[in-house]
């Protein structure tokens, strides 16, 4: 097929971004289990957690750095629960991020439709919701924290 090397490497960098993001929600969930410790340092806390973000965005092939790392030190001050459709965490779950990342590259790559169903973004769809169920049931545990 045509595009069948072009679509398995965009499937491919899309499957990896996913795994930054799940990375970061790691990150950003130790950094809301810290903030209720009595000993924790606002400052230093988020110091740390940028490093370590900033670590991870290294092997993003798509992240515009210096604008995420703006939007994660804006995120900061979001107290919202992490259920809520507003909070950190949803937001770097949220799968339509991810494929608007992927939109530019994808709009150039395939011009027209037939092209571009060729592209089975289903794949992707599967393993982010794989990703995603195993990330729930091991860190958000519903007692814990922002619930």
Do not use: Q
């Given at each position: 097929?045509k595009?069948?090397?072009?679509?398995?490497?965009i499937?491919k960098?899309?499957?990896?971004?996913?795994?930054?993001?799940?990375?970061?929600?790691?990150?950003?969930?130790?950094?809301?289990?810290?903030?209720?410790?009595e000993?924790?340092?606002?400052?230093?806390?988020r110091?740390?957690?940028?490093?370590?973000?900033?670590?991870?965005?290294?092997?993003?092939v798509i992240?515009?750095?210096?604008?995420?790392?703006?939007?994660?030190?804006g995120?900061?001050?979001?107290?919202?629960?992490i259920?809520?459709?507003?909070?950190?965490i949803?937001?770097?779950?949220?799968?339509?991020?991810?494929?608007?990342?992927?939109?530019?590259?994808?709009?150039?790559?395939?011009?027209?439709?037939?092209?571009?169903?060729?592209?089975?973004?289903?794949?992707?769809?599967?393993?982010h919701?794989?990703?995603?169920?195993?990330?729930?049931?091991?860190?958000?545990?519903?007692?814990?924290?922002?619930?």
């Amino acid at each position: 097929m045509k595009f069948e090397y072009t679509k398995n490497l965009i499937i491919k960098l899309m499957k990896h971004e996913c795994d930054i993001n799940y990375d970061i929600a790691r990150i950003w969930l130790k950094y809301l289990e810290n903030k209720k410790s009595e000993d924790f340092s606002d400052e230093f806390a988020r110091i740390c957690i940028s490093g370590e973000i900033e670590k991870i965005l290294k092997s993003s092939v798509i992240a515009h750095k210096d604008h995420y790392m703006e939007w994660i030190e804006g995120e900061f001050d979001n107290d919202l629960p992490i259920s809520s459709s507003g909070s950190t965490i949803t937001a770097l779950l949220d799968i339509d991020n991810l494929f608007s990342a992927f939109e530019n590259a994808i709009d150039e790559l395939f011009e027209d439709e037939e092209e571009y169903d060729f592209l089975d973004i289903m794949e992707v769809k599967e393993y982010h919701s794989e990703k995603d169920t195993i990330f729930r049931k091991t860190f958000l545990d519903t007692s814990g924290i922002g619930y």
